[in-house]
């Protein structure tokens, strides 16, 4: 009995190390990607060696679809599905979706491929299998270059020092949404787009935010969308390229406009909207300005995507994109007066502890002393010709904006917090805010080009652009302090 038990485990044994070295000996399996299925063969792309026809598996019925992975013997049968995964092996963006397949952009390069993603749209950035004919996945819209956003919660009260301004962006650009249909009987329709300009850090991003956040919420499109981009994100090395990332951008507005309001936001529109022939490196500005006012003027129809444009280069961008019919209102966006930086001011102290007991108005006494020298009438810098003689002067509310007096808050706080971690005064002084002002200006007075175009027009008036043009080119030097004067190396160079 015994015997009998030792002899069929020997056999046992035996089976098992036959087959370890049939499985040893026999070749390894080839692997491919499932391209499409039809009822009697399967479309599969095998790594290494290019597209085949084979004949479905019965036995794998269910299992083989378009996009797993199987793995075939030496004949190409089909074996098995793999237990791996495509790792994919680049990203493309999708220009064009259509019933049965998808046009995709690919380093300068378009072609039609297969998708496994029921749910891509244009716009998007999908990742295509080893054999380049089938998008495998589709990367998180966060992860895209032009998103889709959900428009952001920024009310007007949010926003100081620019009251002026908004009751004119209210009455431009919202009104005519509120009240469609009276607009209507006066053939008047909402605006298509707006430009913003004005000098840098006065808050033309958070306007344009809050554009979009009000006319959401008056009009009733709770859902609304926000696209936001800077405009060097649109260029691409890839002839033609750029004009695609432009025609993608409106693309992705459309499809969702006719529900909801889209607000196309592109920042530092100078840099792509170029006036045409102004470069003298490359050509490729000049075509992406037709493409632009082509998107623009197809916009007829719809009603619910407005452009809005922001720069502090005004005069650079093209006049074919400025003309009513595209962008209908330019507004600026001014440098803060004196009321609006206590309100600016007041905006990024609140709720942040300060000396003594402020509360409401005496808050203000805090900033009462900075805010006065900076709308002090005595000058920083002058203005002179190459025989000295002065021109014009520049005073501190010429450098004043939104984001320094962010930049001045911001610095107090960590003087205060300096201050309270070694055992000292808690909360914010006047002494940190002056400080912190001394510093600010300062820093930002050693540079000749803190100056834009609009400052030198608020400075000499109608010859604005003439004395700035003059600077640029070096004609024309600054005085800082008692006998300091410092020559515009830009021009010179």
Known sequence: MAKNEAMEALQRENLLLKSEVERLSSPPFRAGTVLDTGKKTVRVFVDG??????????SLNGKVKRGCRVTLNKDLAIVDSSEFSDLGSQVATVDEVEPNRIRVELKGEHKYVLSISPDVRAGDEVVLDSSGLLAIEKLSRKKTKYNLERVPQIPWDRIGGLEETIKSIRSEIEHPFVHREVYARYGSSPIKGALLFGPPGCGKTLVAKAIAYNLAKTTGH???????????EILNMWLGNSEANVRRIYQSAREVANGALVVIF??????????????????????????????????????????L?????????????????????????PRPSREGAYEIF???L??????????????????????????????????VNPHGEALGSFTYR???????????????????????????????????????????????LELDQFFVESDWNDVFGDKGKQMYEAHKRGYLQFRKGPGQIQTAERGQQ
């Open 346 to 348: 007041g905006i990024y």
């Open 309 to 333: 444009l922001a720069t502090n280069r005004e005069d650079s961008i093209d006049p074919a994109v400025l003309r009513p019919g595209r962008i209908d209102r330019k507004i600026k966006i």
């Open 350 to 383: 609140k709720d942040k502890p300060v000396q003594g007991l402020f509360k409401g108005s005496k808050r203000e006494s805090l900033t009462h002393e900075a805010v006065e020298r900076i709308y002090s009438p005595e000058p920083v810098c002058t203005v």
């Open 222 to 232: 709770e859902d609304g969308h926000f696209i936001s981009i800077k405009g060097p």
């Open 398 to 444: 010429n450098m004043i904006s939104g984001a320094m007096i962010k930049g001045i808050v911001d610095r107090a706080c960590r003087y205060a917090i300096e201050r309270e971690t070694v055992g000292g005064t808690i909360g914010i002084g006047k002494e940190d805010i002056s400080r912190a002002l001394d510093t600010e200006l300062r820093e930002n």
């Open 266 to 307: 592109i920042d530092e529109a100078e840099s792509i909207f170029r006036v045409r022939g102004s470069s003298v490196s490359t050509d490729a500005y000049d075509s992406i300005v037709p493409q632009l006012l082509t998107e623009m003027d197809g916009l007829e129809e719809n009603h619910n995507i407005i452009t």
């Open 49 to 58: 060696s290019g597209t085949y026809e084979i004949g479905h598996n019965e």
